[in-house]
T-cell receptor, first 113, second 111 residues
Framework: EAGVAQSPRYKIIEKRQSVAFWCNPISGHATLYWYQQILGQGPKLLIQFQNNGVVDDSQLPKDRFSAERLKGVDSTLKIQPAKLEDSAVYLC???????????FGSGTRLTVV | GENVEQHPSTLSVQEGDSAVIKCTYSDSASNYFPWYKQELGKRPQLIIDIRSNVGEKKDQRIAVTLNKTAKHFSLHITETQPEDSAVYFCAASKWSSGLIFGQGTELSVKP
């Protein structure tokens, strides 16, 4: 089966600029997650979608981060404006349901300078 | 909310020895506990998982144990090989919630 697709793989932006990441989950996976992984740390949950509805966005810095999942398939995560501390790998994952293992995408490595 | 603590942060073993990584969780309602392996520059990959109605699960050289009373679970790798070297993450979740990850353990297997 095809995996979770993410793009771009790498992005370098200046602080205060905006950036967007794209994710295409595995076909049939209703649950989609965005995680932020700072170097040397475990992934931190940003937002969880069930189909096209938000289940949990309690850890999403809503003053600068936004996410959507159109038609319950693809998802985009946006940061505007970016800060230096946003430098991290942004991982998208999908699963059949909330107590099933995730399949992660390759991630987008964001560097904010 | 859920909090997952993982120990040790680094672990070095000789090839052929066993490795044990331990995690504790705070939310007694958590019922799903997976372990992920992440090689440098790559995505986390699921290696084994356990649900709260099971105390132990084994898959070849890898096993996971769960103690619900103490709220801790452990990953056991036997007969370690150099290709086991990676960062390992434990995680926990409860029904309808996303996974909360531990801080990771960097395992180094020396030939």
């Amino acid at each position: 089966e095809a995996g979770v697709a993410q793009s771009p793989r790498y992005k370098i932006i200046e602080k205060r600029q905006s950036v967007a990441f794209w994710c295409n989950p595995i076909s049939g996976h209703a649950t989609l997650y965005w995680y932020q992984q700072i170097l040397g740390q475990g992934p931190k949950l940003l937002i969880q979608f069930q189909n096209n509805g938000v289940v949990d966005d309690s850890q999403l810095p809503k003053d600068r981060f936004s996410a959507e999942r159109l038609k319950g398939v693809d998802s985009t995560l946006k940061i505007q404006p970016a800060k230096l501390e946003d430098s991290a790998v942004y991982l998208c994952a999908s699963s059949f349901g909330t107590d099933y293992g995730y399949t992660f995408g390759s991630g987008t490595r964001l560097t904010v300078v | 909310g859920e909090n997952v603590e993982q120990h040790p942060s680094t672990l070095s073993v000789q090839e052929g020895d066993s490795a044990v990584i331990k995690c504790t969780y705070s939310d007694s309602a958590s019922n799903y506990f997976p372990w992920y392996k992440q090689e440098l520059g790559k995505r986390p990959q699921l290696i084994i998982d356990i649900r709260s109605n099971v105390g132990e699960k084994k898959d070849q050289r890898i096993a996971v144990t769960l103690n619900k009373t103490a709220k801790h679970f452990s990953l056991h790798i036997t007969e370690t090989q150099p290709e086991d070297s990676a960062v390992y993450f434990c995680a926990a979740s409860k029904w309808s919630s996303g996974l909360i990850f531990g801080q990771g353990t960097e395992l180094s297997v020396k030939p």
